[in-house]
């Protein structure tokens, strides 16, 4: 965590359907359907305006984390603008704007505004700093959290100083099992599923928001037909009821060998968090703290959180549908079967209603 940086809001966050519903069209897409009038794609890597540029909109977050090894910052939203510098991986910086400019891949044509520049959309994670207040006294109740902030290293024990396990990002989601007073005069709580199967490492408990139960009860639980359709084409997922859409999000599905596979599925079993461990050599990849999966194959397929990258409506990954982490939520509380509180793995019992996914 940059010690420059201060807390911004510890103001605690719940949402009902129809926020959630809100919050999932305003996350999934920043960069969702760009539906600016007098805007347009002109060429693969370029935005001509038959008019005047669009407004700038508001940014997703407060924030901006780069996700990836740097982030070139322009002096204006293009590349062939002034390189101002490179911001390396897991720098943390104010978001002041999104605005429309030079489509560096033709799937999006937003950047964000700087203080001291543009800095393509793709490649930062909105993010907010949200301290909160420890609950010491829950953590035998064995809790769901979501870490509130940027970032922040898990330790070996209760102490600032003790050394670190893994490194874990805002709305990553853990089991708090424990509680315990550090050094520091602070509380840390101690972490299980999502990083690991057995008691694991600590955090401090300020970075982490304990989940109410009523934040993960099933969403329209009367309505049992229900469906989720994926166009793989238009990298769009929509929830419909009665054959409404009631929500859709710009998902990033699997890439080349590991294309997400096309076909009619089921939920087969949802987890609240899972630690995804996978590839070799420099596809290998380790993400703990994988917000709410809903897995449609037995091979490992899911909807699920992501924090790695903010790059929705492209194929990139090893076959899952990457959305926003609070979309993956209201997925996971969506879809048939519903899976209680405290289950850290939940299979859709055998002869059970469960929800069809249609991947085309």
Not at 168 to 179: N, Q, S
Not at 182 to 194: A, I, K, N, S, T
Not at 208 to 225: A, Q
Not at 279 to 294: E, K, N
């Amino acid at each position: 965590m940059d010690k420059a940086m201060k807390p911004m809001n510890d103001k605690r966050r719940s949402l009902n359907r129809r926020a959630m519903l809100k919050m999932a069209g305003g996350i999934a897409g920043a960069a969702l359907l760009a539906s600016f009038a007098g805007a347009r794609i002109a060429r693969a890597n370029s935005v001509e305006f038959a008019e005047d540029p669009p407004p700038p909109l508001p940014p997703p977050a407060s924030l901006g984390r780069v996700a990836t090894w740097g982030v070139e910052i322009r002096e204006s939203p293009s590349r062939k603008s002034k390189l101002i510098r490179t911001a390396r991986r897991d720098e943390v910086f104010a978001l002041r704007e999104q605005v429309v400019g030079e489509a560096v891949m033709t799937h999006n044509i937003f950047w964000f505004k700087l203080d001291e520049g543009y800095a393509y959309s793709s490649w930062i994670q909105p993010v907010e700093e949200i301290y909160n207040t420890p609950e010491p006294e829950r953590a035998k109740e064995r809790f769901w959290g979501e870490l509130t902030v940027p970032l922040t290293d898990s330790r070996f024990q209760p102490d600032p100083k003790a050394g670190r396990s893994a490194r874990l990002y805002y709305t990553g989601v853990f089991r708090v099992i424990d509680a315990a007073a550090g050094p520091d005069e602070q509380w840390w709580y101690r972490l299980q599923e999502g990083v690991t199967y057995s008691p694991g490492p600590w955090v401090p408990a300020t970075h982490i928001r304990r989940f109410d139960p009523s934040e993960l009860t099933p969403l329209s639980p009367e309505v049992e037909d229900k469906k989720i359709v994926v166009d793989l084409k238009t990298q769009t997922m929509t929830a419909l009821e009665h054959g409404e859409p009631v929500l859709t999000t710009r998902v990033a599905s699997g890439f080349g060998a590991f294309r997400t596979p096309a076909g009619t599925h089921k939920v087969l079993f949802k987890y609240p968090t899972a630690r995804m461990i996978g590839g070799s050599g420099s596809d290998a990849y380790d993400l703990p703290g994988v917000a709410f999966p809903t897995f449609i194959t037995w091979s490992g397929v899911a909807i699920h959180g992501t924090y790695w990258h903010n790059d929705y409506g492209r194929p990139r990954s090893h076959g899952c549908l990457n959305v926003p982490s609070p979309v993956a939520r209201w997925f996971w509380r969506w879809t048939a079967p519903i899976a209680p509180y405290d289950a850290a793995t939940f299979y859709t019992p055998q002869g059970a209603p469960a929800t069809t996914v249609v991947v085309a």
